[in-house]
């Protein structure tokens, strides 16, 4: 398996599934800087990547939700005022941290760099 699998994902109105690890690249689109948000993804029998969806068009595609992610993944606690929900402040790639693979791309990141970075947080 090229997942690591953090636990199981019980469905109660269609397949269950498994939780896998991903690490999001979350870009701040003003700076250029990347910070490295670790999660899971629900994967499927047959999918051959986690679900992008809540990223892609839930509650993850919003920069309210992406900012507070890219401020802990700093170790930093998100501002106290309410953050806008605007869509161009932060994109996001989602990556298998056990490949080094991009599965879902909002911009491009240089292929080494990217695992550098991995080897770094300790992946
Ligand atoms: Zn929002």
């Given amino acids: ?4 699998e953090t636990g199981k994902h019980k469905n109660p109105f269609g397949n269950d599934g498994i939780k896998v690890e991903i690490a999001a690249e979350i870009r701040n689109n003003l700076t250029g800087e990347i910070r ?3 999660t899971d993804g629900i994967m499927e ?3 051959a990547h986690p679900h992008a969806f809540i990223w892609e068009e839930g509650n993850y595609a ?3 939700n992406r900012e507070i992610f890219f401020f802990r993944a700093g170790g930093e606690t998100a501002p106290d005022e309410e953050s806008a929900c605007t ?4 994109s996001v790639n989602l990556v298998n941290p056990i490949t080094g693979k991009a599965f879902y791309e909002e911009f491009k990141n240089d292929q ?3 695992e550098e ?5 300790g992946l």
Avoid at 1 to 4: F, N, S
Avoid at 117 to 121: A, D, E, P, R, T
């Fill in 112 to 114: 080494r760099e990217r």
């Fill in 36 to 38: 490295h948000h670790m």
């Fill in 117 to 121: 970075k991995l080897k770094q947080i």
């Fill in 45 to 47: 029998e047959g999918d």
């Fill in 87 to 90: 869509d161009d402040r932060y």
């Fill in 62 to 64: 919003c920069d309210c």
């Fill in 1 to 4: 398996m090229e997942w690591k």
